[in-house]
Structures are given as structure tokens and as C-alpha cells.
């Protein structure tokens, strides 16, 4: 008995269903009211869904992630290859089965209160007497999925205890273990060199709905979050997407053209980046440090316009220089 009978068809469903309704990128003046639009609709339907969740959302915690991520990546334009551990931190954004765990616990704490003839607290009681059943004879139990739950945050033995449950404490602890998980999975991440310097990891990160502005969102968060084998953007109906392991193309230094000499050395964006990033940048500065420098944007409202218009003028006259 694997997971191919604990309730696929609802799971995949439910996954489909969700991702149907994530946003597709359109242009016009209503794009950054189309995105919350669609980020609420995402949350809500996901919400109403959790009550099914209750019951098979436990075994699909992993699973039903992709919601989440994928709207995230279709809002800020990003590469499908971003981890979801860099999308929960940069967005401030907690796992989808942490919101499946609180459920969860809520309905264990009614259970609990219930009196002892009632059925959902009989089937309760039985499930608890095969919790330690061998795993392929109690792969359906809910209840010892609870416990595979709570165990990571070091709370199994309360299925023993049910008097010393404390449910916000509980969910309080899941999300603290969740939210560690991300942080030493970004810190140890060899996916980019440098978002682990410039993520908050407590919030999330201002510039993402502070001028109410997509475009110089997705542009920041394309650079932030991407990969150290290569830099994709994608703005204004058009995509980027540059190779850090080859030579430039747009100028004769024979440099690679990856972050660095894209942000801070290349000749061709010399008059952008005097104009734009010159306060910004500390000659005889490491590369390493003035370019985490200029995209820890902070709370600074005229460096994060400063570092969208060199970004988005530095690509088009690349784009431009490519096809001359």
C-alpha cells in the first residue's frame, strides 16, 4: 500500500484546479491590480479547499507546494527552475502544509473535545491504537501522520498526552520549523552564490509591493533570485537571457559575462551605470560585495528605481548591440 491510493485523483484535482487560476503575465495599466486579484482568488479557493485537506491534505503536504510556487513564479515572470525556498523568503511566504498543518491540528483539537461516543472520536481512538501497526499495514492512518507531522518539531508523544495539546503553540512550532528549513536550504543552496546575503528572512522583502509597480518587481526579483549559471529576464513582453559561463558578446574585453560584468564592469553600459549606480558603487570594492551592495535594496526608495532603470536600459541596448 504507497500513495497511489491515498486520494490521488482529489490531489491532483485540487493541484490542477488551483494552477489553472494562477496568473498568466498580460500588459496594461490594470496589470498590478490583476495580480492581486489573482493572488487572492489562488488563496481563497485553496482556503475553501483545506477542508478536504483534513483528511488527505496530510499525505500530499509536498505535493500541493506547487500551487504556491507557481503562482509566485508566473506573477514576477521568474525561471521555473527558481527553488521554492527562495520564493518563500523573498516572498515573506510561509509552505502551503504549514496552513494544511494548522488545519490539521484545529480538527485534532475538536476530535479531542469531542465526547468518547461520538464517531469521528471512535475512529479517532482506533486509529490510535494502530499507530505503531507496520508501516505497510498503517499507511492510511491518519493519525500516524499526525505523528510523522508532529515529530519533527519534537511533539509526537502529545498523541499519548492529548491533555497537554496546546494548539497554538503547536502550529506556532511548525511554522518556526518550516521557516528553518528554508533558511539552511537557501544558506546551503548552489543554485545562486548571493541571494543567501541579500534575503531578509524575516519579512518579506520591501520593494515587492511598495510602488505597486510589476514591472520593476519582477526585474528586481529576476536579479536577485537567479541562478549562477545563467541570468534570465523577462520584461515588457520581452526575454533575456544571459550566459554566465561565456564570453561577452557586446563588448571586447573578453570578460565573461556573468552578474559582475553585467552589473558593474561592462563598457557598453558605462553611461547607464555612471548615471544611475555611481552613488551606489565603492571603487576598489570586491565585485562580490558591490553587487550584493546594489541589489540589498532595502527600504531605499530611489535605489530600487536606480537599479530597475540601469537593469531594464542596460538589456535593451543590449538586445539592440545582438541584433546589429
Known sequence: MDRAPKFPAIQERNVERNQSSSFNPISGQDLYNQVERTRKTTQAELKDRKFFSLFWGIWYMDDLEIVQSTFIKSALCLPRSTPGHFLRVETGSLPVKAKIFRRTVHYWQKILNME????????????????D??????????????????LPIGMGCLLNDPELVQTKDLIKAYENHCTSLD???????????????LADFTERQWYLGSKKNLQIERIIAQM??????????????????????????????????????FMLRCPLYNYY????????????EAP????????????DSEKLIAVYH?????????????EE
Do not use: M
Not at 116 to 131: F, G, S, T
Not at 133 to 150: A, F, G, M
Not at 310 to 322: C, K, M, T
Open 310 to 322: 540601469y537593469i531594464s536600459q542596460a538589456l535593451r541596448l543590449r538586445a539592440f548591440s545582438l
Open 116 to 131: 468518547r461516543d461520538r464517531w469521528p472520536r471512535l475512529c479517532y481512538e482506533e486509529l490510535l491504537k494502530a499507530v
Open 288 to 299: 562580490e560585495i558591490s553587487c550584493c551592495s546594489l541589489l540589498d535594496i532595502g527600504r
Open 273 to 284: 551605470r555612471n548615471f544611475y549606480l555611481s552613488r551606489y558603487i565603492n571603487v576598489g
Open 183 to 197: 533558511i539552511a536550504r537557501v544558506c546551503e543552496s548552489g543554485y545562486g552564490f548571493y541571494f543567501r546575503n
Open 224 to 261: 536577485r533570485t537567479t541562478s549562477k549559471n545563467e541570468i534570465r529576464f523577462y520584461a515588457k513582453g520581452s526575454a533575456h537571457k544571459i550566459s554566465c559561463e561565456t564570453v561577452c558578446n557586446v563588448c571586447n574585453t573578453s570578460e565573461v559575462e556573468d552578474h559582475f560584468h
Open 133 to 150: 501497526d507496520s508501516p505497510t499495514h498503517s499507511s492510511l492512518n491518519w493519525v500516524r501522520r499526525l505523528r510523522d507531522s508532529l
